[in-house]
């Protein structure tokens, strides 16, 4: 039996990796390092059989690491930029800060970016940046706690945190294998892969094209495509809410067809309520709200009021249906959906009849059941930071094989028509789409096990 130690940095991986059919079975033995309180544990224990659970020792990032760490990943910005001709790259560096301190320290590791020409220089860098975390007494302490356990293998649910690179670091000079994957379809282009593994795990082959463009150091043979466990919530009947219960749950017509807005974070799109409004609006005002319903389901990690306006001037049109995550722990890490928000979320995309966003990977969740997505794609406003012609130019949409793949919201005018054939499409159009991004959808967690195994 083969004993993996998962290393879940944070609560993103619960679901995916922890929720879903991963590790399963008995031929893999499972401990969690983790941060999580007793509340969580208990939570994820219900889900799969854990054998060790070991706590993840505080981590205080000297200004080395940090400095270093923040030069390597404009300088890939820069370079993943230039290689793909993309500058909505550059996108994903913060330049706001809020004190002086931290307006310094970043504009001295933009200076210092200046000087960073060629790749052969970010490989130096991130020599340097190895050289540091090992020099942080938390690699010290991993390095007993690994030495102590031996596990076969160190398993990664997320590659871009902030504890990984020691915890592999020290993997790695112990000679314990290590694996990750790659969380999400746009992470490889925002150059935050943090740690170095033995073997990456990426969803599709577009995808291990994609790291072995921006990372050409990594050879062909470790990486592995093996898909993404998300999707396979979507083909167990376990996890559909009945009809009936969901509807009288959230007071909803049965009578009326379902609209989704699904909401993203506030930087993504700033202008997600007065989109909201505008298809409230646009609905009311064509009548098509004698007929239809819209139910809001806001970005998890959006707990803000922004909304509030749109619900109360909408009280009869739009259900509001929350996230069901635990915000109950004091510790951002433990942030994680509860397996009843799995069911929800898997059940509004069996019920609905069409999907709204600014870019969201929620038109995959709902092209699962073979429902339609439309993409926002106008202004709500002029601004000179934000518009959503940035949004559709990052280089994860360039795998979009044509425009026909989701449906388009070009302008407020146009929101009703493009409605009524959306509503009535079955056909399936994400599903090339969705190919390319997603491969072995039903058999991911089979395929990462034997990966690992």
């Not at 007993?144 to 670091?169: M, S, W, Y």
């Not at 934000?386 to 026909?404: A, L």
């Amino acid at each position: 039996m083969k004993r993996i130690l998962v290393l879940v940095p944070d609560g993103v991986g619960i679901k995916n990796y922890l929720y879903s059919n991963v590790f399963e079975g008995n031929d893999v033995s499972v401990s969690l390092f983790h941060n999580f309180d007793a509340d969580t544990l208990s939570q994820i224990e219900s889900s799969i059989s854990i054998e060790g659970s070991l706590e993840l020792p505080a981590y205080k990032e000297s200004i080395r690491e940090k400095f270093l760490r923040e030069l390597i990943h404009l300088s890939r910005l820069k370079y993943n930029a230039r290689k793909v001709s993309n500058p909505t790259i550059l996108k994903f560096w913060k330049r706001e800060h809020k004190s002086a301190k931290l307006k310094l320290f970043y504009r001295m590791v933009t200076l210092a970016s200046a000087r960073i020409k060629t790749y052969d220089q970010i490989l130096k860098l991130e020599s340097k940046y190895d050289g540091a975390v090992r020099k942080n007494p938390f690699y010290s302490k991993i390095t007993a706690i690994l030495k102590k356990e031996n596990p076969d293998v160190l398993f990664c649910t997320h590659q871009r945190a902030l504890k990984a690179p020691g915890v592999f670091a020290a993997a790695r000079d112990l000679g314990i294998p290590t694996s990750t994957v790659i969380y999400s379809w746009d992470n490889i282009p925002k150059a935050r892969l943090a740690l170095r593994a033995d073997s990456y795990l990426v969803w599709s082959q577009y995808m291990k094209k994609e790291l072995q463009q921006f990372y050409p150091e990594i050879s062909s043979e470790a990486i592995e495509v093996t898909g993404t466990p998300q999707f396979e919530f979507y083909y167990e009947p376990k996890n559909i809410i009945a009809k009936e219960d969901f509807y009288s749950t959230y007071h909803l017509n049965p009578d009326k067809k379902i609209i989704c807005f699904s909401g993203d974070d506030i930087r993504t799109s700033p202008y997600d309520p007065h989109y909201l409004n505008d298809l409230a609006e646009a609905i009311a005002r064509s009548g098509l709200d004698k007929d239809t319903q819209i139910v809001f389901r806001r970005c998890p990690v959006d707990l803000s009021n922004r909304y509030d306006w749109v619900l109360e001037k909408f009280p009869s049109l739009i259900i509001s249906m929350p996230p069901l995550w635990n915000f109950n722990s004091k510790k951002w890490t433990a942030v994680y959906p509860t397996m009843d928000d799995v069911k929800l979320l898997v059940s509004l995309a069996r019920y609905a009849d069409v999907v709204i966003n600014v870019g969201s990977t929620m038109a995959f969740d709902f092209g699962m059941f073979q429902k339609p997505c439309v993409y926002i794609n106008y202004d709500h406003v002029p601004d000179p930071n934000w518009s959503v012609k940035t949004i559709y130019n990052y280089q994860h949409f360039r795998s979009m094989p044509d425009q026909n793949s989701v449906y388009w919201f070009n302008d407020r005018s146009e929101i009703p028509e493009v409605l009524k054939h959306a509503m009535n499409d079955n056909s399936g159009r994400i599903n090339e789409w969705f190919k390319i991004v997603a491969e072995y959808p039903e058999t991911a967690s089979e395929k990462i096990r034997k990966a690992l195994r």
